[in-house]
Structure formats: structure tokens, C-alpha cells
């Protein structure tokens, strides 16, 4: 099972300029026009079989979700299919507009 974050954490790899990382969004596009991070790349949890080559497994991979569920679900896939670096935040979305900036809309 890939590693959970905070949504803390990664908040301070995102300010952190020497952290690279892709930050990838599993919601649908529905949830996104709802809110989104900046920064994150879209690319829904049903099509991420067919777009892994959109992904570098060379490096980390941070997940999120709504709430964390699905992301887990991507974050397990990811490492099955070779990818050693990806994490899982841990919360999702609503998880960062309660901790980390309300000004995240919540659905």
C-alpha cells in the first residue's frame, strides 16, 4: 500500500522549490470545475490505465481525491505497474480546504 501525506506535508513540498514532484488530480472533470490545486495534474482515475505514459515513474507522484479513497486506489495501481515513488494524500481536497487553505471550496 503506497504511503499516506498530510495534507500539511504536501503543502510544505509544494512551497519547498527544491522538491519536484508531479501532483496528480484522480477526481472527475465535474469535481474539478468545483476546485482544484494549483499546479496539479488532471487526469481522472477511470483513464489512468490508458495515460500512465503521461506519468514519469522516475519520480515521485503525490495522489489526491475528494477524500482520499480513490487516490489510495491510483497511488496502489501506480506501484504495481513500476512506479517505486507515489504517495497518497491522505484526506484528499477536503481534507486541504480544512487544514491547509479554506479557500478551497468544499463539495
Not at 499546479?39 to 490508458?50: C, D, L, R, T, V
Not at 497518497?88 to 480544512?98: H, R, V
Request: aromatic share 6%; glycine share 6%; with cysteine.
Amino acid at each position: 500500500m503506497a504511503p499516506q501525506l498530510s495534507p500539511g506535508m504536501v503543502h510544505q513540498k509544494i512551497e519547498a522549490s527544491s522538491e519536484r514532484f508531479t501532483l496528480l488530480d484522480v477526481r472527475e472533470p465535474e469535481e474539478l470545475a468545483i476546485s482544484s490545486l494549483r499546479g496539479a495534474k488532471h487526469i481522472p482515475m477511470n483513464s489512468i490505465p490508458e495515460r500512465l505514459d503521461e506519468l514519469d515513474p522516475r519520480h515521485e507522484i503525490v495522489v489526491f481525491c475528494h477524500h482520499g479513497m480513490r487516490s489510495q486506489m491510483v497511488a496502489d495501481f501506480l506501484e504495481q505497474n513500476g512506479f517505486s515513488n507515489v504517495k497518497n494524500m491522505a484526506g484528499g481536497i477536503d481534507a486541504w480546504s480544512q487544514h491547509v487553505d479554506p479557500r478551497v471550496p468544499r463539495y
